[in-house]
Each structure stands twice: as structure tokens, then as C-alpha cells.
């Protein structure tokens, strides 16, 4: 590396952590107050350039004083510049201070692999005390006799209400049947893209890690290809499980697509290792989430 080149990569270098630094992750309880036990919610945001990976805590992060319970992601907002990002946390506290606090980190990776930690401010909750004082001295009331009450059933008023009820259920279900598939279909399809999500973050970030450790493998990137086809196959109906490779290039117009899927296919069956395969499998997520929001448009303004 000759010195021309050497200052190049150091004012590249400064230039990504200058923008790193003025990345501030925004975090902060939805509820105003707690209480032993129940589980509360806690929100993490982050808008981040195109140019970076963003990492959430996982079920693996100590969250003292707070305990892990459950997460909920929430689909990426993407332009040509941002990435908008956002977790809900469910956790909850075992402990009896009036004032709990939480701060959560967010792993921000640039281009060369580099990674900064920035965390956001410090959020604070109450506790709620279900019992305040207890009293010296508890008062017990004596048993009383039980008095049997004749009851009976208006069988008659019953009958009437189920079957206007059959009636009103029924002339709704005429009236807004494909209004209600509609939106029957866009959940399934919104939660199976969140559970997609989950666990492409998940073996991605596995990818990542194991890339720095040195330690990937091409099974692991096989995992990762699989569980996308799998997806793509449920939300498109096209067998991509199924297709060969050459099939599979046929049948997508994408040019991006298609540079991705030859990249990925080279790194599982030759023996050169490509070092940036996680920015591959990072534009095939972000083709993924454009390609879901495009379909669930085409379900929404499907005509009656």
C-alpha cells in the first residue's frame, strides 16, 4: 500500500466513524410504570446510513435489572440513503427499587467490518406497590349459610339472540367476504415476514461473527440461501426450492438479483471464500422486504 492509498483509507476510515458517532439510537418504555413480575415493554430505534449493518441486542444481552421475556421486530424502512430499524422488547423486573433504569446497545458494522457500539439514553420506569402497608392484625369473617337461589334459563331469549346473531354474522360475512380474506391474508403474510426476518437477522449475524472469527463455512451460507427460497417460495408461489440455478436466473428480471444469487451460489461450491458475502446477503434482504411490500400493495388495491 503505497502512502497515497494508505491516506485514502484513513480518511475513509475517519469519515465512517464521524457518521457513526452522530447516529443516535433512540430507546424508551411504553409504559409509564411497572410492576413486580408483569412484563413491560421497551422500544429501540436507530436511522443509520445505507452504508452500515445494524445489530440488536438478542435473548443473549444482559438486560440487568431487567429480565428477557420476548422481542418483536418490526419490517425496515428503507430509502436510497436510511435505514430505519425497530425492536419491542418485552422484559420484566424482579426487583423493588421505586426507579428502574435501562440503557440498550446498538452494534453499528461498516464496509470493512469494523464495528462501533452506540448506546441510547438512559430510560427510566416506576414501580408500582400492589401492597403498601400490611395490617397487625387480619379480621376473619365467619362462615355464613349458603341460600340456593331457583334459577332459570330464558331458553326461549337465547334461541332468539343466536340466530340473529348466525343472521348478522352471516350478512357480514356476505357483504365483506373478500374485504376480510384481504385482510385475513395480509396478516398471515405480515407474520410470517416478521418470522422470516427473525431468523435472517439471526443466521446473518451468525455469517458475520463467524467471518471475523475466520470460521464460516459454506454450510452456513447454504442455511442461510435455503431459508430465503423457502420464504420467497411462500410469498410468490414459485417453487424456488425446486428450480436449479440456471432455472432460477431464468425466471427473474432483477439484475441485482441475479449478480446476488451467482455470488452466493460461488461462495457455497467453490473453495474461494468471498470476505463480503454479508453485504450480498444484506441487499438480498433489503430485495426481499421491497418485494413483500409490493405484494401486500397488489392484495390491498385488488379490486372487490
Known amino acids: 500500500m503505497n502512502k497515497k492509498s494508505f491516506i485514502c483509507f484513513l480518511i475513509i476510515a475517519q469519515t465512517c466513524v464521524l457518521i457513526a458517532q452522530e447516529i443516535k439510537p433512540h430507546g424508551k418504555f411504553i409504559q409509564d410504570s411497572m410492576v413486580v413480575g408483569q412484563p413491560i415493554s421497551f422500544e429501540l430505534q436507530v436511522t443509520y446510513p445505507t452504508s452500515f449493518t445494524a445489530l440488536f441486542p438478542d435473548s443473549t444481552y444482559d438486560f440487568a435489572p431487567f429480565e428477557w421475556v420476548s422481542k418483536t421486530y418490526k419490517p425496515s424502512r428503507i430509502d436510497s440513503t436510511w435505514i430505519m430499524d425497530k425492536t419491542t422488547y418485552q422484559i420484566r423486573s424482579f426487583e423493588l427499587d421505586s426507579l428502574q433504569a435501562l440503557k440498550l446497545p446498538v452494534f453499528l458494522v461498516d464496509q470493512s467490518g469494523d464495528s462501533t457500539t452506540i448506546f ?92 471475523l472469527k475466520g470460521q464460516r463455512t459454506p454450510d452456513q451460507t447454504l ?68 418485494r413483500f411490500y409490493t405484494i401486500i400493495d397488489q392484495i390491498k388495491f385488488k379490486q372487490a
Request: proline fraction near 2%.
Open 120 to 211: 441510547t439514553p438512559l430510560d427510566t420506569i416506576r414501580l408500582v406497590a400492589k401492597i403498601k402497608t400490611l395490617p397487625q392484625k387480619i379480621e376473619l369473617k365467619e362462615s355464613t349459610d349458603l341460600f340456593k337461589i331457583a334459577y332459570r334459563l330464558p331458553y326461549f331469549y337465547i334461541t332468539i339472540f343466536a340466530v340473529a346473531l348466525v343472521f348478522i354474522l352471516l350478512t357480514c360475512w356476505l357483504i365483506f367476504r373478500k374485504s376480510i380474506q384481504r385482510t385475513i391474508k395480509i396478516r398471515r403474510l405480515t407474520k410470517r415476514h416478521l418470522q422470516f426476518m427473525e431468523q435472517y437477522r439471526t443466521l446473518r449475524l451468525n455469517i458475520l461473527t463467524n467471518e
Open 223 to 290: 442455511e442461510l440461501y435455503n431459508l430465503w427460497k423457502s420464504y420467497m417460495e411462500g410469498l410468490e408461489h414459485i417453487p424456488y426450492t425446486k428450480l436449479t440455478s440456471k432455472e432460477l436466473l431464468k425466471i427473474s428480471d432483477n439484475q441485482m438479483l441475479i449478480e446476488i444469487i451467482r455470488t452466493i451460489e460461488k461462495d457455497i461450491y467453490s473453495r474461494v471464500k468471498n470476505k463480503k458475502l454479508y453485504k450480498s446477503f444484506e441487499q438480498l434482504q433489503k430485495i426481499t422486504v421491497e
